[in-house]
């Protein structure tokens, strides 16, 4: 997704910029640009493609954007790349202006030219039509016209030493080290940079200038605002071999180590009132986190016996949900700044519900929004699939599901205190490994596969799947294995590969009754359990033994050689996993 990054140093600006863009490539983007202020007014380098495509002879200036963009309104090209220019401005957007049309035409009739397709541009048109010499009134006048979402950083040639930049539903930092000040939409980008931060809040702006970072209302008072030490998790991440996807899941075991200490350090008392009392619990959220949330429902709805309704994020925001101040309402979002799960959440605080996030970002939108945070230590997730974050966003909710039981009843699932052998289960899962390999080489070829599942396990099913068309572009469905015979059955056929997560004693032989359903058709078939029994007794052509674990407990695990399976797809199909097509890492337009 789109990246701004801006500096007012002490020395040229251009190498930190550049650098800052870099650390945002995780992100996805489909082309960069770099505006920088000097003698000769504005100087800009914007290309389609990656941010090395800008390396050159450095812009001579002190003061600076930079922009990744992920392509909204207009295809990528070097034309739609940010910034844009308009007379003494430049301008980096984030966000969807959603009457930039109306804008655009009405610009258009007053003889303004536009030279990109996006909506960003009428930002900085807006601002140089409503200048008269006060940059920041200029930019206040301007977004007083936007409707939508927006994090902007702009230039104006006649402030040489000054960025203004305002935030309206899309992230936006401050950040200060000793020899420069920043603007950024995502704290990774100042790894090794930026010292302390600040978020903006929504119809917030700030002027970085001389030696200080200003907040301001758009009545031009100033705002009190605090900076905070960058906090660990949000340090910078490297990988020396292999893809980030593959270090991530070789971290899963340190990840729910860290998880579990921080959780255990936690103290739940101040949200205690909402875990006895809520009458409905709501949970909300998209893509992996949207299946920990799930999981999260089946959990505490079988522990803890309250209902729980739980929602892609995309949807809850427009169904006049019946939620409201007796609810409890959770919001699980790895970066915290999803743009559909933070307006849920914005939803369901404005309903009087407590809103309670689990994020891995302490210093996120989410965060900052909740009740109540959560936050978990997967440490940074770079790789766009999401691996060691939903094995801790499972731990959580896990976690939190034994802490409603136990604030409702006294009591804790008999799990609970078994979450300590969570890592070294995980390690054991790794012991797969080597036979998902031969399976991928397998199956390597294939266009299409169903995942099936029971219980808790169709979860874990629809996350397998969603990692495969994710990063290997293979069509995959996980879903009830009950559900087979209702229609599906009829797309499988000779070779057709049907995989099966059967970890429930209870309901094992129903899924491996499905399983010998698709294989009486030709199916080519894979089961993973934790059983010996149903590796060799069940019709499956090929089997992968789970790590033993309490039954509930299963899922924080069997979802490993899935996630593995997926990246050993994508490599042996010739993908890059950590980047992979169309996707962005965190999604912060609607
Ligand atoms: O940062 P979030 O957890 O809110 O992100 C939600 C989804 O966009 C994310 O989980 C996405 O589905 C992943 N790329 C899946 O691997």
Redesign the pocket.
């Known amino acids: 997704m789109c990246g701004i990054v801006g500096c007012v140093s002490a020395e040229n600006c251009y190498e930190k910029i550049f650098t800052a863009l870099t650390r945002l490539e995780y992100r996805g983007y489909d082309s960069a640009g770099i505006a920088v202020l000097n003698a000769d007014g504005v100087s800009v380098r914007k290309k389609k493609g990656y941010v090395s495509n800008l390396k050159g002879k450095p812009f001579a200036g002190d003061t600076g954007i930079g922009h990744t963009r992920w392509a909204t309104h207009g295809k990528p090209s070097d034309a739609n790349a940010h910034p844009h220019v308009c007379g003494k401005f430049a301008l980096v957007h984030n966000g969807i202006v959603e009457n930039y049309a109306a804008l655009r035409a009405a610009l258009v009739s007053e003889g303004e030219t536009f030279f990109s397709e996006t909506d960003s541009e009428v930002i900085v048109k807006l601002i140089s039509r409503a200048y008269t010499g006060d940059f920041f009134s200029a930019v206040v006048q301007a977004c007083g016209q936007l409707k939508g979402s927006y994090a902007i950083a702009v230039l104006c040639a006649d402030y040489p030493r000054e960025i203004v930049c305002a935030r309206q539903g899309s992230p936006l930092i401050a950040g200060a080290s000793r020899d420069a000040l920043y603007v950024c939409s995502d704290v990774p980008a100042l790894c090794g940079a930026a010292e302390y931060i600040c978020p903006a809040c929504d119809g917030e702006f700030f002027r970085i200038g001389e030696g200080e970072i200003c907040f301001l209302d758009k009545a031009g008072r100033q705002i009190e605002k605090t900076f905070v030490r960058v906090a660990p998790e949000n340090r910078a991440a490297s990988v020396s071999a292999g893809t980030f996807m593959e270090k991530e899941i070789a971290e899963i075991p340190r990840a729910l180590a860290d998880t579990l200490e921080s959780l255990q350090k936690t103290d739940f008392a101040p949200c205690a009132r909402a875990l006895r009392q809520a009458e409905r619990i709501f949970a909300a959220?998209?893509?992996?986190?949207l299946n920990a949330a799930q999981a999260f429902k089946d959990a505490a709805e079988s522990e803890a016996r309250c209902p729980v309704f739980c929602f892609a994020a995309s949807e809850f925001r427009y169904r006049d949900p019946l939620i409201g101040e007796k609810d409890l309402f959770v919001a699980v979002?790895?970066?915290g700044?999803?743009a559909d799960?933070l307006e849920a959440a914005r939803l369901a605080k404005a309903r009087g519900a407590y809103v309670l996030a689990v994020t891995n970002i302490a210093q996120s939108s989410l965060a900052a929004l909740a009740d109540f945070a959560i936050v978990m230590r997967a440490g940074p997730e770079i790789a766009?699939?999401?691996t060691k974050?939903y094995n801790c966003q499972l731990l959580c909710l896990y976690y939190l599901t034994a802490q409603i039981k136990f604030y409702r009843v006294q009591e804790f699932p008999d799990w609970f205190c078994r979450l300590g052998e969570l890592p070294a289960a995980a390690e054991s899962a790794f012991g797969c490994f080597p036979q998902i390999s031969v399976l991928a080489a397998k199956l390597k070829n294939e266009r299409a596969m169903f995942y099936l599942g029971r219980g808790a396990d169709v979860r874990t099913a629809a996350e397998g799947a969603?990692?495969l068309r994710?990063i290997a572009y293979i069509f995959a469905e996980g879903y009830a294995a009950g559900e087979l015979k209702h229609g599906t059955l009829a797309l499988v056929e000779d070779g057709f590969p049907v995989l099966a997560v059967s970890t429930s004693e209870k309901l094992a032989a129903k899924t491996e009754n499905a399983l010998a359903e698709a294989k009486a058709r030709g199916a080519f078939t894979v089961i993973l359990s934790q059983n010996e029994r149903a590796i060799s007794e069940s019709c499956a052509d090929f089997g992968c033994l789970l790590p033993a674990l309490p039954e509930k407990l299963m899922p924080l695990v069997s979802v490993i050689p899935l996630q593995y399976f997926a990246c050993r797809m994508c490599l042996l199909r010739g993908f890059d996993p950590d980047k992979p097509r169309n996707?962005a890492k965190?999604?912060t337009v609607e």
């Open positions: 959220a998209c893509g992996t986190a979002s790895q970066s700044e999803t799960t766009v699939a999401a974050s969603l990692k994710e996707l965190s999604v």
